[in-house]
């Protein structure tokens, strides 16, 4: 098992940041592919972000391209999603999600962290 747990989420104002934390226990961290992804209100889950094992090789949604930046400390069994330039349309709940590849499916999610953006 892999517990996830998500922070860093609030209310901040269009054109603002926010820096996203999910910490990770009970399994070894860097065997694991890390996602961020998030669901608005009256809209299905969708992909944000995700990071490799060794934190080098990323991926955007193109939503969120130039504006979002993920990392991950894998000393810390942390990831990161740095938020800049945020619109009200990334206003959602986020969650981190973890799976160990070669399984192509998230097998662990966090519980969220509620992100709004006002204009």
């Known amino acids: 098992q892999v517990q996830l747990v998500e922070s860093g989420g609030g209310l901040v104002q269009a054109g603002g940041s926010l820096r996203l934390s999910c910490a990770a226990s009970?399994?070894?961290?860097?065997?694991?592919?890390m996602g961020w992804h998030r669901q608005a209100p009256g809209k299905e889950r969708e992909f944000v972000a995700s990071?490799?094992?060794?934190?080098?090789?990323?991926y955007y949604a193109n939503s969120v391209k130039g504006r979002f930046t993920v990392s991950r400390d894998n000393a810390k069994n942390t990831v990161y999603l740095q938020m800049n330039s945020l619109k009200p349309e990334d206003t959602a709940i986020y969650y981190c999600?973890?799976?160990?590849?070669?399984?192509?499916?998230?097998?662990?999610w966090g519980q969220g962290t509620q992100v709004t953006v006002s204009s």
């Open positions: 999600a973890a799976r160990r590849p070669p399984t192509k499916e998230y097998t662990y």
């Open positions: 009970g399994r070894t961290f860097s065997n694991y592919f």
């Open positions: 990071i490799n094992l060794g934190d080098t090789t990323t």
